[in-house]
T-cell receptor, first 116, second 108 residues
Framework: DGGITQSPKYLFRKEGQNVTLSCEQNLNHDAMYWYRQDPGQGLRLIYYSQIVNDFQKGDIAEGYSVSREKKESFPLTVTSAQKNPTAFYLC???????????????FGEGSRLTVL | GQQVMQIPQYQHVQEGEDFTTYCNSSTTLSNIQWYKQRPGGHPVFLIQLVKSGEVKKQKRLTFQFGEAKKNSSLHITATQTTDVGTYFCAGFSTALIFGKGTTLSVSS
């Protein structure tokens, strides 16, 4: 099946620990995104990547890092510098992101991170 | 910077009533997309509007894009319990920006 796979679905972390969330897509999409969702806050963009080995900060990039070494993969690391990391994290992909016709975003099922 | 505002934040209706959510952008948009997120799920694409004044229908759902391409609406006719969820608009100006969503609850 074509789609986006996020793992893990649930993750618990102690304060001060870095965690990495996995996102893999087999849709052959150029663009990939990470969003954070908090109740009543909608979807806030953390990072996005339009092409391999390139990525840009979104609105709330502080305390997060990403890499895009392969077209299929866009892992997100939540570092200990992120002040309030408990949230629902969504990965998405689209054909492109650099023009007005991005095409639809396909979302993974999300990863729920809880900091204890 | 570009902002996309969506109202209302919450809406409760009786089954069979109509529902509308509105989306307004601070900048002119190239296009606008609508997504639905069921409780506990992930957002799923519904539609994209590109042309000024465009109206598209999907069964009981009607989507409109304003003449100035700065606002949009989603109208659901005769809501059903299966319509429950959060509806997001996402507007593209220099980037795709999501509104905060409207959460719809329906009682039977």
């Amino acid at each position: 099946d074509g789609g986006i796979t996020q793992s893990p679905k649930y993750l618990f972390r102690k304060e001060g620990q870095n965690v990495t969330l996995s996102c893999e897509q087999n849709l052959n999409h150029d663009a990939m995104y990470w969003y954070r969702q908090d109740p009543g806050q909608g979807l806030r963009l953390i990072y996005y990547s339009q092409i391999v080995n390139d990525f840009q900060k979104g609105d709330i990039a502080e305390g997060y890092s990403v890499s895009r070494e392969k077209k299929e993969s866009f892992p997100l690391t939540v570092t200990s510098a992120q002040k309030n990391p408990t949230a629902f994290y969504l990965c998405a992909s689209s054909r492109t992101s650099g023009s007005s016709d991005t095409g639809e975003l396909f979302f993974g099922e999300g990863s729920r991170l809880t900091v204890l | 910077g570009q902002q996309v505002m969506q109202i209302p934040q919450y809406q409760h209706v009786q089954e069979g009533e109509d529902f509308t959510t509105y989306c307004n952008s601070s900048t002119t948009l190239s296009n606008i997309q609508w997504y639905k997120q069921r409780p506990g799920g992930h957002p799923v694409f519904l539609i994209q509007l590109v042309k000024s004044g465009e109206v598209k229908k999907q069964k009981r759902l009607t989507f409109q894009f304003g003449e100035a391409k700065k606002n949009s609406s989603l109208h659901i006719t005769a809501t059903q319990t299966t319509d429950v969820g959060t509806y997001f608009c996402a507007g593209f100006s220099t980037a795709l920006i999501f509104g905060k969503g409207t959460t719809l609850s329906v009682s039977s």
